[in-house]
């Protein structure tokens, strides 16, 4: 079961996880970009917290107002990305019953519509880099899936996108000068990641 | 006549070219949309949203972007608005497309003799 | 490492650009010489001259120009300068160019690499 | 003869003129440029005035610093141009003696420095179409040029350079549009001619 309540838990903890982590997103966009991720994500999470349907138990209409503060209060490329991620995996998940197999179908349709709104695909370094591979190991786990199997794949996928050469966004002007440094928007999905663990993982234990 | 929306990072940099723009084509609905919501750096899906709203006297709009977030956010905008057929992004040079854009439009050109007007502000040599 | 130079007509254009370049590569010398000595719509040989020498740390200069009279009052600069040759107005969409140059110009390119890599900003596409 | 005080009073005939003329400059360069051009050359004509040496004797350094008031005090195309002009001019007139014909090698290598500025040619429908035939004029007439050869010849090329189609500056977006629309650049050149004329007139009189 993926609860609204869940889904609200996974923002407040990814704001938290965003926010503690400020000075390290904003030092890796340096390194590659203009430096403003960590402000970005930071607002753009404090929104979407203070935003949050608190009333509803459709965990689709929480992951769509979600993406709508993101989108609003994101001036960066991650405003759009990470706003069309929740906005199309929050209006893909209906009603009250969401089970964790409808959480990685609404999550595809996101990262999708990510791909289209970036022109990006795999390997271009980006967040995609992180959050495909571990849609992926949702769809294969289904509803099986364990807190543990996200963080590993996560760690595994934040380990090869700093390798890759930068494609898109400003980091592609860095070309093979970007290998070996962490792309800014995989480490912040990486955070979103781990912050979904470990609201799974609470979930387990309740 | 068509009109134009500018998306820029900078909110300087659309407001002084939409200065520049009205200097040479008064007649022309040309809106600001460049920074974002708070004037920062950055861009913003509704503020071009509203501003292609705006901008729209029946006959189009045009929408010259910088670069990075300002093409995903414009292709935002245009998604949350009805008459998507009516707004086009040009592949066009920010400055100079929309210096072309304009002149296109105050001459009564359609939307895509505007549009085909900026993306060949590309190919206008400045230095031989 | 090699410096810039960005002459628009509006003062608030080249202002803006130079905030954004300033972010993406703060180590690069990057002076705004766009306007007229007044500080009104247009541009200056003399200011442009006298950024010209601000930013030249000994590897050259790019500049970047909009159009018409930046073009010519860069280049009645460049014959006002002594070391001309370590001089180049770049044949580039001025922010497009401009944020290209600035990118290259941080890796310590050299200045034929800053101009080139301006120009070919030309061809990277916006939209599909 | 063309003396230090004859190259004087033209330049503060033709601030006068370009004063007097503001506005029809000021709606020319409306009609087919930004409408600057009447403020640019009233601006720059002041300063021109205000700063022309009036202890030399030499005609050449006194163009050459109207050339240099015109550039910096003029922000638009027309700027460079006439300071162009005048530069080249005043740098090609040495000493103090100086004849008609001298004067029309003078501007000959103005306006060439001038096409190279603007990388213009003629029937481009610019100040270049009005200034190159009186030009022409001048050298072929030499010392024996008069007044209403300068006028009658600038008056011809105005009609010429209005039925053009503009190839350079603002005007060039109008493409065929421009045609039938003076310039205003070849406006404000007519006024410099006029001037000119009207200072020979008067030392052909005393
Ligand atoms: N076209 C794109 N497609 C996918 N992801 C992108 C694209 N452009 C940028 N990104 C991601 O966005 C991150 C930068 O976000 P942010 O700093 O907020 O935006 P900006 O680059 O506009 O300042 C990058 O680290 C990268 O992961
Ligand atoms: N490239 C050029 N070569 C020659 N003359 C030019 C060129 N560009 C513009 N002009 C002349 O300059 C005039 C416009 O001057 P002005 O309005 O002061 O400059 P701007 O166009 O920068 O506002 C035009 O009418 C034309 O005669
Ligand atoms: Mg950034
Ligand atoms: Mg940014
Ligand atoms: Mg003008
Ligand atoms: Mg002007």
Do not use: C
Not at chain 2, 12 to 22: A, E, Q, R, T, W
Not at chain 2, 69 to 78: G, K, R
């Amino acid at each position: 079961m993926f609860t609204a309540e869940m889904a609200r838990q996974w923002i407040k903890e990814s704001a938290k996880k965003i926010e503690s982590h400020k000075e390290q997103l904003t030092d890796l966009d340096q390194a590659l970009g203009d430096g403003d991720h960590g402000l970005n994500m930071t607002r753009g999470f404090k929104a979407a917290v203070e935003q949050l349907p608190e009333e509803t138990d459709e965990p689709g209409k929480v992951l769509k107002t979600v993406g709508t503060s993101l989108l609003s209060k994101i001036g960066g490329a991650s405003g759009p990305l990470y706003g069309t991620l929740f906005m199309k995996a929050g209006s893909q998940l209906e009603g009250t019953t969401v089970q964790l197999s409808d959480l990685s179908s609404g999550l595809r349709v996101g990262v999708e519509g990510m791909k289209k709104r970036g022109k990006a695909e795999r390997e271009e370094k980006t967040m995609i880099d992180l959050l495909e591979p571990v849609i992926e190991i949702m769809e294969e786990k289904g509803n099986e899936l364990t807190a543990d199997q996200l963080i590993d794949k996560a760690k595994e996928a934040l380990e090869h996108v700093k390798e890759y050469e930068a494609k898109k966004g400003r980091a592609a002007y860095y070309k093979e000068k970007s290998k070996g440094k962490q792309d800014a928007g995989a480490q912040s999905s990486y955070y979103l990641i781990e912050s979904l663990a470990s609201v799974l993982e609470m979930d387990g234990e309740a | 006549m068509v009109g134009l929306v500018l998306v820029s990072h900078s909110p300087d940099i659309s407001k002084g070219l939409k200065k520049m723009l009205d200097e040479a084509q008064p007649k022309v609905t040309v809106l600001d949309a460049g920074g974002t919501d708070e004037g920062e750096m950055g861009t913003s899906a509704m503020k071009i949203q509203t501003a292609i709203e705006k901008a729209d006297n029946g006959d189009g709009v045009v929408i010259l972007v910088d670069f990075g977030s300002s093409v995903m956010n414009a292709e935002m905008a245009i998604d949350f608005i009805e008459d998507a057929h009516s707004v086009k992004i040009a592949d066009a040079p920010f400055i100079e497309g929309a210096y072309s854009a304009v002149m296109e439009a105050g001459f009564g050109k359609s939307l895509d003799d505007v549009v085909e007007s900026a993306v060949q502000a590309k190919d206008t040599k400045k230095v031989q």
